[in-house]
């Protein structure tokens, strides 16, 4: 993956002040990598592992997250998979779930499954086989409704790859209970989306599920990552850099597997 992450990457600024070398930029990224994947903190990286500094990495990430390379390095990937024949535009599925926050900070509220301590919300939206197609981040106590078409759905990059004008929309969206609501059935049918979201005060068994496990399986991939398992951070832009660089390592796993 690192040979597509390279190019993206912005070019050092001017070394104000003599000093140590700078740390190369691919054993930062595998610094970084180490804390999404462990959830260590940042000042207790091993520094025998050659990753430079828990600062280092952290400026870094916040560097990259702020010039746009995790959502350049995911449209690269949907790209390659759209030019394989591997995105599935019939229907897309939209999920989220909810994070526990250690600090409290931008995009973190009382949440109501948690005795209305601080924690924050995983939005995601993934095609037909579970590929994540845009995540993002608000805070717990946020309705679900609210974030299925502006926030989210308008945050699906225009995926190019075939002859043809880029694809941004599925022809369906399904979602849950906590989606339902008429005027937002009506947003859908006038951008050409067919809307498939359960009903509330009626019995269980939809059939939505067998096409909606795939959003949840990609969920608990993401919280396989444990930094992600709990908002350890106070400022939002870095919870949301490892949100952005955990989809485009799902994403890539796709990528290897189908292409």
């Known amino acids: 993956m690192w040979s597509l ?32 994947h462990t959830g260590i903190q940042w000042e207790y990286l091993p ?14 990430l916040a560097a ?10 995911h449209l690269v990937l949907l790209k390659k998979l759209r030019a394989a024949g591997k995105l599935d535009w019939s229907r897309a ?7 526990r926050a250690a600090r409290r900070g931008p995009k973190s509220g009382p949440s109501p499954v948690d005795r209305a301590r601080p ?5 995601i939206l993934t095609d037909g086989q579970g590929i994540p197609l845009a995540v993002s981040l608000t ?12 926030p989210l759905l308008d945050k699906v990059p225009a995926v190019a790859g075939v002859v043809g004008r880029p694809r941004r929309r599925p022809d369906a969206l399904l979602a849950d209970r906590g989606h339902d ?9 006038q951008r050409g989306i067919r809307p498939a979201i359960a009903r509330r005060g009626e019995e269980h068994g939809s059939g939505l599920g067998i096409f909606r496990w795939v959003v949840e ?8 990552f444990r930094r992600l398992r709990i908002r350890w951070e106070r400022r939002n832009d870095i919870h949301e850099a490892f949100l952005g660089l955990a989809t485009c390592l799902i994403t890539h796993r796709h990528v290897q597997r189908l292409c």
């Open 5 to 36: 992450i390279e190019p993206l990457l912005p070019g050092p600024g001017p070394k104000l002040v003599v000093g140590r070398p700078r740390v190369p930029d691919r054993q930062a990224l595998c610094g970084i990598l180490f804390v999404l």
């Open 47 to 60: 520094q025998e592992l050659g990753f430079g500094s828990g600062m280092t990495c952290w400026r870094r």
């Open 64 to 73: 990259w997250n702020e010039a746009g390379v995790w959502d350049e390095l």
């Open 93 to 99: 599925v939209i999920d989220s779930s909810h994070v």
């Open 119 to 123: 924690g924050s919300k995983h939005h």
């Open 139 to 150: 805070g717990g106590n946020r309705n679900d409704v609210t974030q299925l078409l502006l």
């Open 181 to 189: 609501h008429d005027k937002y059935r009506r947003l859908l049918w």
């Open 217 to 224: 399986r990609t969920i608990a991939w993401l919280h396989g």
